[in-house]
């Protein structure tokens, strides 16, 4: 059944279509709905994390059910493991139900057709991904799309709140933007995607204490071996210092942007959190609550850069040759 404030659409005395404001006030609700259904996305990837920490990525040996039934009988490992599906069959389940919402209205279908079909792919994706990673034994590759999926996935829905804001409120008016500073925070951008590939492997393939110091990696020496699992690691470790570098210079070149600048901003601030809490997962030893909280950063980190590059895509060129930022 629709959301409250999300059912069928409205119309006046005479039949006619709703009127602006109530379509406003139809988006605006929208949006609402989005952002709530990201916030159970992003624990959904917190969760995984910790089903990963716990031991309990095989607590179900088999998918759909776990050992033939919907409800199993419970210890821990299972209870992280069955509530991960759960959790992802209600946020599934909401996706579906905004998704009628949508297509049953023209004035809403146009503008969030396009983004509303691509997170019904990465979806897909991703439940495909999560039964693979089961059927496949906790497979590198598959524990690794399954993270760079769910964070897809949450950066889709991201998207669609940003956007059925923006039918709310009106378009917001976009600065100029150089060639440079749109370039930088591309290269931020697939930078942090670089960054999600290793993170899954430092995961998947136990790689979180190949190096066992910090700054160094291990015996005091800063590259003791180049190789296997200590290579995944120190990549890691290179990419995060890349990163956090990278998003000192963006931010404030994109102060002046308005939306763009607040994003980059919180951006830079949450990337320094992220590698400080990748030192503490180190110097911890990979305690469950850390590795939890690694994942939640990681996760608003992509919803961060991925809206500040969509305002980048969408602002204007600046016309003044020269003026690469």
Same mark, same amino acid.
């Given at each position: 059944?629709?959301?409250?404030?999300?059912?069928?659409?409205?119309?006046?005395?005479?039949?006619?279509?709703?009127?602006?404001?109530?379509?406003?006030?139809?988006?605006?609700?929208?949006?609402?709905?989005?952002?709530?259904?990201?916030?159970?996305?992003?624990?959904?990837?917190?969760?995984?994390?910790?089903?990963?920490?716990?031991?309990?990525?095989?607590?179900?040996?088999?998918?759909?059910?776990?050992?033939?039934?919907?409800?199993?009988?419970?210890?821990?490992?299972?209870?992280?493991?069955?509530?991960?599906?759960?959790?992802?069959?209600?946020?599934?389940?909401?996706?579906?139900?905004?998704?009628?919402?949508?297509?049953?209205?023209?004035?809403?279908?146009?503008?969030?057709?396009?983004?509303?079909?691509?997170?019904?792919?990465?979806?897909?994706?991703?439940?495909?991904?999560?039964?693979?990673?089961?059927?496949?034994?906790?497979?590198?590759?598959?524990?690794?799309?399954?993270?760079?999926?769910?964070?897809?996935?949450?950066?889709?829905?991201?998207?669609?709140?940003?956007?059925?804001?923006?039918?709310?409120?009106?378009?917001?008016?976009?600065?100029?933007?150089?060639?440079?500073?749109?370039?930088?925070?591309?290269?931020?951008?697939?930078?942090?995607?670089?960054?999600?590939?290793?993170?899954?492997?430092?995961?998947?393939?136990?790689?979180?204490?190949?190096?066992?110091?910090?700054?160094?990696?291990?015996?005091?020496?800063?590259?003791?071996?180049?190789?296997?699992?200590?290579?995944?690691?120190?990549?890691?470790?290179?990419?995060?210092?890349? !990163? &956090? %570098? /990278?998003?000192?210079? #963006?931010?404030?070149? @994109?102060?002046?942007?308005? $939306?763009? +600048?607040?994003?980059? *901003? =919180?951006?830079?601030?949450?990337?320094?959190?992220?590698?400080?809490?990748?030192?503490?997962?180190?110097?911890?030893?990979?305690?469950?609550?850390?590795?939890?909280?690694?994942?939640?950063?990681?996760?608003? !980190? &992509? %919803? /961060?850069?991925?809206? #500040?590059?969509?305002? @980048?895509?969408?602002?204007? $060129?600046? +016309?003044?040759?020269? *003026? =690469?930022?």
């Amino acid at each position: 059944m629709p959301a409250p404030g999300l059912a069928g659409p409205a119309s006046d005395a005479s039949g006619n279509a709703a009127s602006t404001p109530a379509l406003a006030a139809r988006a605006r609700a929208l949006a609402r709905a989005y952002a709530a259904l990201s916030g159970v996305t992003t624990c959904l990837i917190v969760l995984g994390a910790l089903v990963r920490a716990n031991g309990a990525g095989l607590a179900c040996p088999d998918w759909p059910l776990c050992f033939g039934e919907a409800i199993p009988r419970f210890d821990v490992k299972i209870g992280f493991e069955v509530g991960h599906r759960y959790l992802a069959g209600l946020m599934s389940l909401g996706f579906v139900t905004l998704a009628v919402v949508v297509l049953r209205d023209p004035r809403l279908r146009a503008p969030l057709a396009p983004g509303l079909g691509l997170g019904a792919v990465l979806l897909a994706l991703q439940i495909l991904l999560g039964a693979l990673t089961v059927w496949h034994l906790l497979a590198s590759w598959t524990v690794t799309s399954h993270l760079l999926c769910g964070n897809a996935v949450n950066l889709s829905l991201l998207v669609l709140w940003r956007r059925s804001s923006e039918l709310a409120e009106g378009e917001p008016l976009r600065m100029p933007l150089g060639a440079g500073l749109r370039a930088l925070i591309g290269v931020v951008a697939l930078l942090l995607v670089v960054q999600m590939v290793l993170g899954g492997l430092v995961s998947s393939r136990f790689a979180s204490l190949a190096c066992d110091e910090w700054p160094t990696c291990s015996g005091g020496e800063w590259f003791p071996g180049f190789h296997g699992a200590r290579a995944i690691h120190l990549l890691h470790r290179l990419g995060a210092y890349a !990163l &956090v %570098g /990278l998003l000192a210079v #963006a931010a404030p070149a @994109a102060r002046g942007h308005g $939306r763009l +600048a607040r994003l980059m *901003a =919180a951006a830079a601030l949450v990337a320094v959190l992220q590698a400080t809490v990748g030192i503490a997962n180190v110097l911890l030893r990979v305690p469950v609550e850390v590795t939890g909280l690694h994942s939640f950063l990681a996760a608003c !980190l &992509v %919803g /961060l850069v991925g809206l #500040a590059t969509r305002e @980048a895509w969408l602002a204007p $060129r600046r +016309a003044r040759p020269g *003026a =690469a930022l």
